[in-house]
């Protein structure tokens, strides 16, 4: 298949690919060839050109990593930072990578106190205070994750501005995302 970059200009626009579509992956001056002053160019279906192995990570060489930052002295990052320690070359090994990093983070989220990943609709309930059987109340900016539809809300104090000292203010769960 030959084409000018006119001709390319002129095809065609998609935003979603098919695995079966045909992309143009090589356009050059065919300079050696009894063509001379035309444009060589080749196809490839998406499936073969967006399999893992032939894709590169844009600006992978920039990605700088340092293992002894202290953010990384937790042991649930064990597996990130063996990960780490080797050459990502390829987008499955970045793919790898990124799903370790994942994993690690989200183990660690479920262990803070202040965030909560529990299924809606509604806000999960707090078992009462086992020494005096009163509710427990969640501190303010405790975060609630609801896995049904990963919407995020906030715990938040409402304090009248005219009732600082209010040993009662109001209590909300306000949504911070919508998907």
């Known amino acids: 298949?030959?084409?000018?970059?006119?001709?390319?200009?002129?095809?065609?626009?998609?935003?979603?690919?098919?695995?079966?579509?045909?992309?143009?992956?090589?356009?050059?001056?065919?300079?050696?060839?009894?063509?001379?002053?035309?444009?060589?160019?080749?196809?490839?279906?998406?499936?073969?050109?967006?399999?893992?192995?032939?894709?590169?990570?844009?600006?992978?060489g920039e990605i700088v990593i340092n293992l002894n930052d202290p953010i990384f002295d937790d042991e649930v990052f064990d597996n990130l930072k063996e990960e780490l320690k080797n050459d990502i070359t390829n987008q499955s090994d970045a793919n790898i990578l990124f799903t370790t990093a994942i994993q690690a983070l989200m183990e660690k989220v479920r262990t803070l106190p202040n965030i909560l990943m529990t299924p809606g609709p509604n806000p999960p309930e707090r078992d009462p205070d086992p020494t005096t059987g009163e509710e427990r109340l969640y501190t303010e900016g405790t975060l609630w994750i609801d896995t049904n539809t990963f919407r995020t809300y906030i715990y938040f104090y409402d304090r009248d501005s005219s009732m600082q000292n209010d040993p009662n203010p109001t209590r909300h769960w306000v949504s911070l995302t919508d998907r």
């Open 1 to 60: 298949m030959e084409y000018n970059l006119i001709k390319i200009s002129q095809l065609d626009e998609t935003s979603v690919l098919e695995n079966d579509d045909f992309i143009v992956t090589d356009i050059r001056s065919a300079d050696d060839s009894p063509t001379r002053g035309k444009y060589l160019s080749r196809r490839i279906k998406v499936k073969n050109a967006f399999s893992t192995n032939n894709i590169r990570l844009s600006r992978a």
